[in-house]
């Protein structure tokens, strides 16, 4: 089976080589995307040498400009489709997801579940460094999202997932609309929409040492706005037809 952990960066020399090794050096023989938005402190430079001795492990798609998270997820999803990857998971280069935990979301798509997603608010999961202004945000935008959505979810913004090539497959990835956080709650509420079994693994989520968060009140925003727009598109029957990729 075919795994790839694809992480997003922008500016992230501090952190890059360092996750990268620490992915690839697992027992579960990964593989590294690495999707750059024109980092202009040579994150991509970085990549590339890596490469040279990894070639067969590691990757990079190269994108001009700051395009936003979720553009580049769904850049790293079509690569990983287009290149039959059986597991295809996000991760954040900063080291706030631990890439030990990469095992064990694994194990829990491979017992029964589509989607596991490394979660901070279930029984085990915890946060470590962050300001109180910061969890204040996170844990009222879980339960605001829970209320008007109904889904399930008790982590709805974590970014720390793995997918079954299936459920990434079933959608038609360039109609996902959101780009900062709430493109996080919205693959997983297509996901559930769609039928596929969400699975939360508890995980300890660890905010950054090193680098700048790219945190901003206009994510939160499109976070907010985002809920109620899928909801309402879902309660229409619009957001279905909307995301659903239809079988040939």
Same mark, same amino acid.
């Given at each position: 089976?075919?795994?790839?952990?694809?992480?997003?960066?922008?500016?992230?020399?501090?952190?890059?080589?360092?996750?990268?090794?620490?992915?690839?050096?697992?027992?579960?023989?990964?593989? &590294?995307? &690495?999707?750059?938005?024109?980092?202009?402190?040579?994150?991509?430079?970085?990549?590339?040498?890596?490469?040279?001795?990894?070639?067969?492990?590691?990757?990079?798609?190269?994108?001009?400009?700051?395009?936003?998270?979720?553009?580049?997820?769904?850049?790293?999803?079509?690569?990983?489709?287009? *290149?039959?990857?059986?597991?295809?998971?996000?991760?954040?280069?900063?080291?706030?997801? *631990?890439?030990?935990?990469?095992?064990?979301?694994?194990?829990?798509?491979?017992?029964?579940?589509?989607?596991?997603?490394?979660?901070?608010?279930?029984?085990?999961?915890?946060?470590?460094?962050?300001?109180?202004?910061?969890?204040?945000?996170?844990?009222?935008?879980?339960?605001?999202?829970?209320?008007?959505?109904? /889904?399930?979810?008790?982590?709805?913004?974590?970014?720390?997932?793995?997918?079954? *090539?299936?459920?990434?497959?079933? /959608?038609?990835?360039?109609?996902?609309?959101?780009?900062?956080?709430?493109?996080?709650?919205?693959?997983?509420?297509?996901?559930?929409?769609?039928?596929?079994?969400?699975?939360?693994?508890?995980?300890?989520?660890?905010?950054?040492?090193?680098?700048?968060?790219?945190?901003?009140?206009?994510?939160?925003?499109?976070?907010?706005?985002? &809920?109620?727009? /899928?909801?309402?598109?879902?309660?229409?029957?619009?957001?279905?037809?909307?995301?659903?990729?239809?079988?040939?």
């Amino acid at each position: 089976m075919k795994k790839i952990v694809i992480i997003p960066t922008y500016n992230e020399k501090e952190n890059i080589a360092a996750i990268i090794n620490a992915v690839i050096v697992l027992g579960n023989q990964y593989h &590294v995307l &690495v999707v750059d938005d024109g980092s202009p402190d040579g994150t991509a430079n970085i990549v590339k040498e890596l490469m040279q001795a990894h070639p067969d492990k590691i990757f990079i798609q190269e994108r001009v400009g700051k395009l936003g998270l979720g553009t580049a997820y769904i850049h790293g999803f079509k690569w990983a489709l287009a *290149n039959q990857y059986d597991y295809i998971f996000e991760m954040d280069a900063d080291f706030s997801h *631990n890439p030990l935990d990469l095992d064990r979301l694994l194990a829990a798509c491979e017992n029964g579940a589509d989607v596991a997603i490394g979660s901070r608010y279930v029984k085990g999961g915890a946060t470590e460094n962050w300001p109180l202004d910061r969890l204040i945000y996170s844990k009222g935008g879980s339960l605001y999202t829970r209320m008007i959505t109904g /889904m399930p979810v008790k982590d709805p913004t974590a970014g720390f997932i793995c997918y079954k *090539n299936k459920v990434l497959a079933a /959608m038609q990835l360039d109609h996902v609309n959101f780009i900062g956080y709430a493109f996080q709650i919205e693959m997983k509420f297509a996901s559930w929409r769609l039928g596929f079994k969400l699975k939360e693994v508890p995980i300890t989520f660890i905010d950054r040492k090193i680098g700048i968060s790219k945190m901003s009140k206009g994510i939160i925003k499109e976070a907010v706005l985002g &809920v109620i727009s /899928m909801q309402w598109q879902s309660f229409t029957g619009r957001f279905i037809k909307h995301i659903k990729r239809e079988q040939l």
